[in-house]
């Protein structure tokens, strides 16, 4: 039995029951995908259906403010992906149609490589292979193959290899089987490899390089930046601004920030210090002041003021994440 017979056999007994899984509702499938792009199953589960209930169809959800798509989304982070999936709805109802080729998928917003060979594969019974972090993983283990994965070279060479063992005619079910053998059995870390169905026929395995495969080179720099934060209160009012266009938080809210220590006024009062958050190339600490106030002081125009009772419906950047 092969490499494919062997995954699609290990599937039908173990794959993962999710309820994305019960529809050939290509927009179903897509959210799911977006949603679980640099998020967890366990997580994405929740917001999938969340999304399904206040907006069931495509149409739906293009027809929805961003502010509310974002609203929605809070928890999740890398907002972008709110904004590109409330964008791409736009795009497929300007269609006419759910985009059922991989050059049209590829075309909506916030759709690489892999969504569109995962949705087209899936929806459409496309033949395109997928190609994420799991199924590196596994082809690099199975086969012992030391190219980084993070290389030009290592992208081709586990594109080639990907598109080459799937079985044409079971893209969809092949497809999620790797996914699922790459989160259940083959994980990164303490991999499950004296029930492996692939044990024997794996090189790392028997090479005992299991815990050094897949190979991915170190080249991101991480850097530190230090914010300050004044929430005003003024007369049950508050000061607010939308984070503008090219940022990682577009489109979701701050209250004032200046950038210095210099600029607080000496009678504002610090409520958290140092406060970290990290993102994927960036460690963020932050202060957070509290300024009571009778009189609004003078800000930017971006300020708005807003009631405090109104905070509730607004979505602040780095909120959850």
Known sequence: MGFASILLEWFRENGRDLPWRQT??????????????QTQVKQGWEYWERFMHHWPTVEALAKATEDKV?????????????????????????LGHFP???????????VGDYTAAA???IAFGLPAAVVDGNVYRVLARHFGIDTPI??????????????????????????????????????PQSP?????????????????????????????????????????????QTAIRR??????????WEPVLVDAESAVPPTAKLLCH??????????????FYLLDTDVRPELPSDYIWIAESALECITFAGQNE
Not at 28 to 33: D, G, M, Y
């Open 150 to 187: 993070n290389t030009t070279e290592g992208k081709k060479t586990f594109a080639a290899m990907a598109q080459e063992l799937l079985p044409p005619k079971e893209a969809s079910a092949y497809n999620q089987a790797i996914m699922d053998f790459g989160a259940i059995q083959c994980t």
């Open 274 to 287: 140092h406060v970290k958050h990290v993102l994927t190339h960036r460690v963020l600490y932050a202060d």
């Open 24 to 37: 050939r509702d290509p927009y179903a499938i897509w959210l799911s995908e977006i949603i679980l792009q």
């Open 100 to 110: 059922d080729t991989l050059a049209e998928i590829k075309q909506l917003k916030g």
């Open 192 to 236: 499950h490899c004296d029930s492996c169905p692939l044990m024997e026929s794996c090189i790392a395995f028997r090479e005992r390089r299991v815990a050094q495969l897949p190979v991915k080179l170190k080249t991101l720099k991480v850097t530190e930046r230090h914010l300050i934060y004044i929430y005003i209160r003024c007369q049950g």
């Open 70 to 94: 974002l609203r929605e989304w809070q928890g999740l982070g890398y907002y972008s992906r709110a904004r590109n999936l409330h964008y791409a709805a736009k795009q497929i109802v300007a």
């Open 243 to 252: 984070r503008g266009p090219g940022d990682i938080w577009q489109g979701l």
């Open 119 to 121: 949705i087209g594969s």
